[in-house]
């Protein structure tokens, strides 16, 4: 009898363990992704650079141990979102075309739009909403910098509503 009472609860934990998991995760839908990447087998990078256009842009990478560099095309449908998720590395997308609404957790009630030919970043830490609000595809370039050790599924880590009132994905 106690045996089966166990056997009961540990099947119902892992039910509504299933069911939490779900619920706390935002779906992603409507897109399509290809993805490139490998590890960075020349040489650390360790660069810096400033513009000589008589701008005050500044650029400065540095790199430690085995890292790998991915760039994916995303394709999101009218209507397509890639739910709220994080990256497990620096990320810097450009938008090809269309129009990205994108929200962060932080101020998640706050649309900026990126518009073709515009380029951001994310940080690791940086919980976001990226979707597609337009009646025309968005197409995006994003390019990671990982640890050579993160499994591919990895690029995109799927994350929870942040707050009530934050957009749904």
Same mark, same amino acid.
């Given at each position: 009898?106690?045996?089966?009472?166990?056997? /009961?609860?540990?099947?119902?934990? !892992?039910?509504?363990? !299933? #069911?939490?998991?779900?619920?706390?995760?935002?779906?992603?839908?409507?897109?399509?992704?290809?993805?490139?990447?490998?590890?960075?087998? @020349?040489?650390?990078? @360790?660069?810096?650079? *400033?513009?000589?256009?008589?701008?005050?842009?500044?650029?400065?990478?540095?790199?430690?141990?085995? /890292?790998? /560099?991915?760039?994916?095309? &995303?394709? &999101?449908?009218?209507?397509?979102? #890639?739910?709220?998720?994080?990256?497990?590395?620096?990320? /810097?997308?450009?938008?090809?075309?269309?129009?990205?609404?994108?929200?962060?957790? *932080?101020?998640?009630? $706050? $649309?900026? *739009?990126?518009?073709?030919?515009?380029?951001?970043?994310?940080?690791?830490?940086? &919980?976001?909403?990226?979707?597609? $609000?337009?009646?025309?595809?968005?197409?995006?370039?994003?390019?990671?910098?990982?640890?050579?050790?993160?499994?591919?599924? !990895?690029?995109? &880590?799927?994350?929870? #509503?942040?707050?009530?009132?934050?957009?749904?994905?």
């Amino acid at each position: 009898m106690l045996r089966r009472t166990g056997l /009961i609860l540990i099947a119902l934990a !892992a039910v509504l363990g !299933a #069911l939490v998991g779900n619920a706390l995760g935002t779906p992603a839908s409507g897109f399509t992704v290809e993805t490139a990447r490998g590890p960075l087998v @020349d040489r650390p990078l @360790d660069f810096s650079m *400033e513009f000589e256009n008589g701008d005050t842009a500044e650029v400065e990478v540095k790199t430690k141990g085995p /890292i790998e /560099i991915a760039y994916q095309r &995303i394709k &999101i449908d009218p209507g397509g979102t #890639l739910g709220w998720h994080s990256h497990p590395g620096p990320t /810097i997308v450009t938008v090809l075309s269309g129009t990205l609404s994108f929200y962060h957790a *932080e101020h998640c009630t $706050e $649309e900026i *739009e990126y518009q073709s030919g515009e380029s951001f970043s994310n940080l690791p830490h940086e &919980i976001h909403l990226a979707r597609n $609000e337009g009646t025309t595809d968005v197409v995006l370039y994003a390019s990671y910098f990982v640890r050579k050790t993160t499994p591919p599924v !990895a690029l995109r &880590i799927d994350q929870p #509503l942040p707050a009530p009132g934050c957009p749904a994905p």
